[in-house]
């Protein structure tokens, strides 16, 4: 397992790691398998989604913004449990082929760091099975 950081620099915005993710899956050596990222945080997760059109984030934020409002009564009174509740719904992690070496996202495919309650320093570990 690898493992890399980031800083995010707004309490919610989305924060583009293929390249992170590439660049251990090309020291790797594996050729065919698969790759684990993992983010070990309760108020940030992981997703694909398209890396092309910069407003595709932005909605899914105000999405979820609106589906999940600060202001609800939520039991959990630390402050931040809507970014509890939208970190659950995203999830905590991505798995991706891998072949001849490289992801095999689709074409308008990345990997994101989904920040929920920022700013702050992150991690996500990436693990590459495979031969």
């Not at 490289?102 to 990997?111: E, K, S, Y």
Request: overall charge negative.
């Amino acid at each position: 397992m690898k493992t890399f950081t980031l800083g995010t620099n707004t309490r919610q915005c989305f924060i583009d790691v293929t390249q992170n993710v590439s660049g251990i899956v090309g020291e790797s050596g594996v050729s065919e398998g698969i790759c684990v990222v993992y983010a070990p945080h309760t108020t940030g997760g992981l997703a694909i989604n398209e890396n092309e059109d910069p407003n595709v984030s932005r909605d899914i934020l105000e999405f979820l913004k609106d589906m999940i409002p600060a202001g609800f009564a939520f039991r959990h009174s630390e402050g931040n449990s809507d970014a509890h509740v939208m970190a659950t719904l995203i999830g905590s992690s991505v798995t991706v082929p891998i072949t001849g070496g490289r992801l095999a996202l689709g074409t308008w495919q990345g990997i994101y760091f989904v920040e929920f309650d920022g700013p702050r320093s992150r991690r996500c570990n990436v693990t590459v099975i495979g031969k």
